[in-house]
């Protein structure tokens, strides 16, 4: 074990055979462990007989204050590891900056790899998708939800996203909005726990089942999205006449989306037909 590095060790989403034997090894041998909960954390550490281990507390609230004192461990020679509550730090995680400003001071980073949500739903999904967007977690307010999904409506690539028990259900019915009943997703909940719940559908059927099934709405979930697929290219004069009655009783920008689920056909291109719709009536 060399000083002055910083390990960013990934640690099991739910199952504790899951942690690697690198990992292990990391753990006994650093000189300081920094956890996003140490409290979480110790469950951890005392499976694996490393309880004894002194910790440090870095998390959202103290991030900037604790950076500074991790960061002075690592220039005093210390060889430290970080790991998060579950997961890979830094992947909607905190300790991004501290490995930032270890970077700009020259101080080794080494990944210790190991499960990352993200990327365990992606692969038990069945989605044929050679790329996908990773967003995390979604804009607290219902607003900004709203707009973030709508700037995504478009995407031919998948989206990943991350979501807290409390906001599940309003995220789902959002999305069900924006991208349309149709669209698939792939819902995994409590990934690698008891009650691992893995289910591909509508986003209209799954809305609908996590309604009706309070169980499904708790435990954090990573939701995976299909991206858009549009087959029709050009507009025809059915597709004009849907746009032109749905404008009659609803904003541009909603009669643009809803026209695209209709149709099949991107709403951007609905949206810029009906601009020079108002600009010619002017």
């Known amino acids: 074990m060399k000083n002055n590095i910083l390990y960013i060790v990934s640690t099991p989403l739910g199952n504790l055979s899951d942690f690697s034997f690198r990992a292990i090894e990391v753990l006994k041998q650093v000189?300081?462990?920094?956890?996003?909960?140490?409290?979480?954390?110790?469950r951890l550490l005392q499976h694996y007989h490393i309880e004894h281990k002194p910790l440090f507390s870095l998390h959202s609230h103290n991030e900037t204050a604790a950076t500074k004192k991790v960061l002075s461990f690592l220039q005093e020679?210390?060889?430290?590891?970080?790991?998060?509550d579950a997961g890979t730090p830094g992947v909607s995680d905190p300790g991004q900056h501290l490995v930032a400003l270890?970077?700009?001071?020259?101080?080794?980073?080494?990944?210790?790899?190991?499960?990352c949500a993200a990327i365990v739903a992606w692969s038990v999904s069945g989605f044929s998708c050679l790329e996908f967007i990773f967003i995390g977690f979604l804009p607290s307010k219902s607003?900004?939800?709203?707009?973030?999904?709508?700037t995504l409506g478009d995407e031919k690539?998948?989206?990943?996203?991350?979501?807290?028990?409390?906001?599940?259900?309003?995220?789902?019915?959002e999305m069900h909005s924006v991208f349309g009943p149709d669209r698939r997703i792939c819902f995994a909940r409590e990934l690698t726990k008891q009650y691992e719940t893995i289910r591909v559908d509508t986003l209209s059927a799954i809305w609908q089942w996590v309604k009706e099934d309070p169980?499904?709405?708790q435990g954090e979930c990573v939701l995976l999205v299909e991206g858009a697929t549009f087959e029709k290219k050009e507009m025809t004069t059915a597709d004009e006449m849907i746009l032109k009655l749905l404008l009659k009783e609803l904003p541009l920008k909603?009669?643009?989306?809803?026209?695209?689920?209709?149709?099949?056909?991107?709403k951007n291109v609905f949206y810029d037909v009906g601009l020079s719709y108002k600009k010619y009536s002017l």
């Open 102 to 115: 270890a970077h700009q001071a020259g101080i080794r980073v080494v990944p210790i790899p190991g499960p």
């Open 157 to 173: 690539r998948a989206l990943l996203f991350y979501e807290a028990p409390h906001r599940l259900l309003s995220t789902l019915e």
């Open 31 to 42: 000189d300081l462990i920094v956890a996003e909960d140490t409290r979480h954390s110790l």
């Open 254 to 266: 909603k009669a643009a989306q809803m026209a695209s689920q209709i149709t099949g056909i991107s």
């Open 143 to 150: 607003t900004h939800c709203r707009k973030k999904l709508e």
């Open 215 to 217: 169980m499904q709405q």
């Open 77 to 84: 020679g210390k060889s430290l590891a970080l790991m998060t």
